[in-house]
């Protein structure tokens, strides 16, 4: 691999880390979690009071619509797409080619070596918003402990935030375009 690949991975595996530290410590370093309430609870926390179900439908597109964002403006969509019409090929010419061992172990080596440089690319977003999010997530659970662990529909804000954001997530990046 590249040294650019090195370093964007260096640069995901640092953000990832401190991501886990801030859901580590978020009870026992006292100044993180009064900062993200201090943000969270007059901005979220009033538009989770208006109305809980409707808040939160609206908080969570807007945390999809910024994630489908960051990745088509924080990614090279054109190499990413040339990249899968590529491993789409050698996926195609690999079927062709199943009852030779030696051409498709070559068409193999040629797969993998796409595979470290789409996750670089893909990842690079991840760097922007992991710690925000990790944050947020935090600030989510102390807002339901609070409230009682509310449900949604049956679900548990966790479950119904996972759903709500898998199919905002398709419609953004099927309407925007999105690899």
Excluded: C
Excluded at 14 to 23: D, E, K, N, R, T
Excluded at 68 to 89: N, P, R, W
Excluded at 104 to 112: A, D
Excluded at 143 to 168: D, M, R, T, V
Aim: proline share 3%; aromatic share 14%.
């Amino acid at each position: 691999m590249d040294d650019e690949g090195k370093g964007s991975f260096k640069g995901i595996f640092i953000v990832m880390a401190i991501s886990f530290l801030i859901a580590s410590f978020w009870n026992s370093v006292s100044w993180m979690r009064e900062l993200a309430h201090s943000i969270l609870d007059p901005t979220l926390g009033n538009l989770l009071g208006w109305n809980l179900t409707g808040g939160m439908i609206l908080i969570i597109f807007a945390m999809a619509l910024i994630t489908s964002l960051t990745q088509k403006y924080g990614t090279d969509q054109e190499t990413i797409k040339e990249m899968k019409k590529e491993q789409k090929a050698l996926q195609e010419e690999m079927k062709l080619v199943k009852e030779h061992p030696e051409k498709l172990m070559e068409l193999q080596k040629k797969q993998f070596a796409i595979i470290p440089k789409m996750m670089k690319l893909s990842m690079r977003p991840v760097v922007y918003t992991a710690i925000p999010f990790i944050l947020l997530f935090r600030w989510f659970m102390d807002f339901f402990n609070a409230a009682g662990s509310p449900e949604f529909f049956g679900l548990s804000w966790f479950w119904f935030y996972l759903i709500g954001s898998i199919l905002f997530s398709i419609v953004l990046r099927k309407t925007l375009k999105v690899v």
